[in-house]
Nanobody, 123 residues
Framework: VQLVESGGGLVQAGGSLRLSCAAS????????MGWYRQTPGKQRELVAR????????TYADSVKGRFTISRDKAKNTMYLQMNSVRPEDTAVYFC?????????????????WGQGTQVTVSS
């Protein structure tokens, strides 16, 4: 599985931005996709994730009501619509895909990451 993010850039506080994550390769095997972000000196944190089967979503408290994660199965692309952005949303945003396999009685999980896209929110 290969992931390529796009859509990052500079935006003013209160504005909007949409990130995209294009997946290729064995996309049929992906079980969960998500957006994470990281700032210098801090750990990468979950922003939002979506299960490919049910489409159920999970959001970090800090972005609830402002960000929306979605997925276009036909295009093998995941999106993050970011509205009402704040300076504290400034970070490198990464796309992640999780493939879960059951081999006999063992559950195996493989993570795939994109290269990241910078989002900068000016005040």
């Amino acid at each position: 599985v290969q992931l390529v993010e796009s859509g990052g850039g500079l935006v003013q506080a209160g504005g909007s931005l949409r990130l995209s994550c294009a997946a290729s390769g064995s996309t049929f095997s992906i079980n969960i996709m998500g957006w994470y972000r990281q700032t210098p000196g801090k750990q990468r944190e979950l922003v939002a994730r979506i299960t490919t089967g049910s489409g159920s979503t999970t959001y970090a408290d800090s972005v609830k009501g402002r960000f929306t994660i979605s997925r276009d199965k036909a295009k093998n692309t995941m999106y993050l619509q970011m509205n009402s952005v704040r300076p504290e949303d400034t970070a490198v945003y990464f796309c992640k895909a999780i493939v879960i396999k059951v081999v006999e009685t063992e559950v195996l999980s493989q993570d795939y990451w994109g290269q990241g896209t910078q989002v900068t929110v000016s005040s």
